[in-house]
């Protein structure tokens, strides 16, 4: 067996998403923050949680969002940061109660920053993904990859059809078409919603997304606004088009730059 074909153990699971708006005038202290010490303490130093990345929408790119009602964010410049980590595959409630209580242990201990509003925090089970090149970045190794550019596709199954039906169309029709060209994605991975638990801080505003959500990560070789117009401004009604999902939001995103301020005066 060639080495790219090896059945490796460690698989994603579940994945954190995690979406955050500094307030006015906290951009940096939050970001300073996040990076030396929650992106660590929150999340990573606990169980089976094994990669992790930070993404920046700058108001260029923000301004390229789909600007459709959407639960996904109050207004379009909001949810300015951008964290996922992945979980070990079959983990969920292991890794759930920790962080949970971990969160909430950090909150006793006055390390959490209150000059910022959760956008969509939520917890997703990975389905499926796909990659453009069979022996390229897997989507276990993509938080770690450092992929310049991420474009985030949220929807929802419509009435009568099935999540496995809007997987079927998406990786038999619409990737295949979409990584062959330029402004296409490296790799995709899709999930669906796991309800946050009871007990999670009061802080995390419970989202609207239901049992009906899919959310994908579409992971770029290069910047997400190239190409946007032909491509993944698109998206949206090529979704609708399908008669199988409703778009409910579209939005690409940047590495941010670890140990730097960099993009904090680019928010807004």
Not at 32 to 49: A, I, K, M, T
Not at 101 to 125: F, K
Not at 208 to 226: I, M, S, V, W, Y
């Amino acid at each position: 067996m060639a080495q790219s074909e090896k059945d490796y153990p460690i698989k994603v699971g579940t994945f954190l998403f995690t979406m955050v708006e500094p307030h006015p005038g906290h951009e940096v202290a939050y970001n300073r923050w996040y990076e030396h010490d929650h992106f660590f303490s929150g999340c990573l130093v606990g169980p089976n949680v094994f990669a992790g990345d930070r993404f920046v929408a700058t108001r260029r790119l923000k301004d390229l969002r789909s600007t459709d009602d959407t639960d996904m964010t109050p207004d379009p410049l909001t949810g300015s940061y951008l964290a996922v980590y992945w979980w070990l595959k079959d983990t969920d409630d292991e890794t759930n109660r920790w962080n949970v209580d971990n969160v909430n242990w950090l909150h006793t201990q006055g390390r959490m920053y209150a000059e910022r509003d959760h956008i969509h925090t939520l917890l997703y089970s990975m389905r499926w993904s796909e990659q453009k090149d069979p022996a390229g970045c897997t989507i276990d190794l993509a938080l770690d990859h450092g992929y310049p550019g991420l474009v985030v596709v949220a929807g929802d199954v419509a009435e009568g059809h099935t999540h496995d039906e809007v997987d079927a169309w998406f990786r038999e029709q619409w990737v295949p078409d979409a990584m062959a060209q330029p402004w296409g994605p490296e790799l995709v991975g899709s999930g669906t919603v796991i309800p946050l638990a009871d007990d999670a801080p009061a802080d995390v505003v419970r989202p609207k997304a239901g049992p009906n959500r899919f959310l994908q990560l579409h992971f770029l070789d290069h910047d997400a606004a190239e190409g946007w117009e032909e491509g993944y401004a698109r998206i949206g009604e090529q979704i609708e088009a399908s008669g199988l999902a409703h778009h409910v939001w579209t939005a690409p995103w940047q590495q941010t730059n670890f140990g730097t301020d960099d993009f904090t005066d680019q928010l807004r």
